[in-house]
């Protein structure tokens, strides 16, 4: 059974950083392409970025380009999203998916607050 | 960036009766379109991709159409447990791979 579960999520002044992390089970992490998505408070999803399985190629949305970057440790099938200079617009549930597109298997979300 | 647009913000049906929803391309992503369904304090669930293939495990009431840059997400006949936010979003070439802004079915 393919699971995901995120972690790392909290409370952060603007300007700050956090880690988020999936711990993906239940199918092959190091082959597989992966997506960040995030929703704000009653507002609707947006893809923020994805990390290809195959090359590590990674992508991003305009907003958060050069200040989020995505990862990935494969000994730990594990998914990061390093988030830098957090501003109070990215305050969302941030989950992770599998695959780049067509997402069957989601997290549950780690909720991100940014606010002084 | 490709602009995903859902019809309209809210709509309200009652239970038993037909549902169309619809989401419009910016331009032509062929048929490079899944539909989601959330419901509140859950992740979304995939429902269509390519436009028109159901999904595993998703009911036959539940069905994708598409016409140019304009696609259709139908509900022949809604159940109580289908009143929930949907999302259309596109998948053409490389990411970003953009949303709609939602539809919510509600009573």
């Known amino acids: 059974e393919v699971q995901l579960l995120e972690s790392g999520g909290g409370l952060v002044q603007p300007g700050g950083s956090l880690i988020l992390s999936c711990a993906a089970s239940?199918?092959?992490?190091?082959?597989?392409?992966m997506t960040w998505v995030r929703q704000a408070p009653g507002k609707g999803l947006e893809w923020v970025s994805g990390?290809?399985?195959?090359?590590?190629?990674?992508f991003y949305i305009d907003s958060v380009k050069g200040r989020f970057t995505v990862s990935r440790d494969n000994s730990k099938n594990t998914l990061y999203l390093h988030m830098k200079s957090l501003r109070a617009e990215d305050t969302a549930t941030y989950y992770c998916?599998?695959?780049?597109?067509?997402?069957?298997?989601w997290g549950q979300g780690t909720l991100v607050t940014v606010s002084s | 960036e490709i602009v995903m647009t859902q019809s309209p913000a809210t709509l309200s049906v009652s239970p038993g009766e037909r549902a169309t929803l619809s989401c419009r391309a910016s331009?032509?992503?062929?048929?490079?379109l899944v539909w989601f369904q959330q419901k509140p304090g859950q992740a979304p669930r995939l429902l269509i991709y390519?436009?028109?293939t159901r999904a595993s495990g998703v009911p036959a009431r539940f069905s994708g159409s598409w016409s140019g840059t304009e696609f259709t997400l139908t509900i022949s006949s809604l159940q109580s447990e289908d009143f929930a936010v949907y999302y259309c979003q596109q998948y053409l070439d490389r990411p970003p791979f953009t949303f709609g802004q939602g539809t919510k079915l509600e009573i």
């Open positions: 390519g436009a028109s």
């Open positions: 998916a599998k695959d780049l597109t067509q997402y069957v298997h």
């Open positions: 331009r032509s992503i062929s048929t490079n």
């Open positions: 239940g199918f092959s992490f190091a082959t597989s392409d």
């Open positions: 990390i290809s399985g195959r090359d590590d190629r990674t």
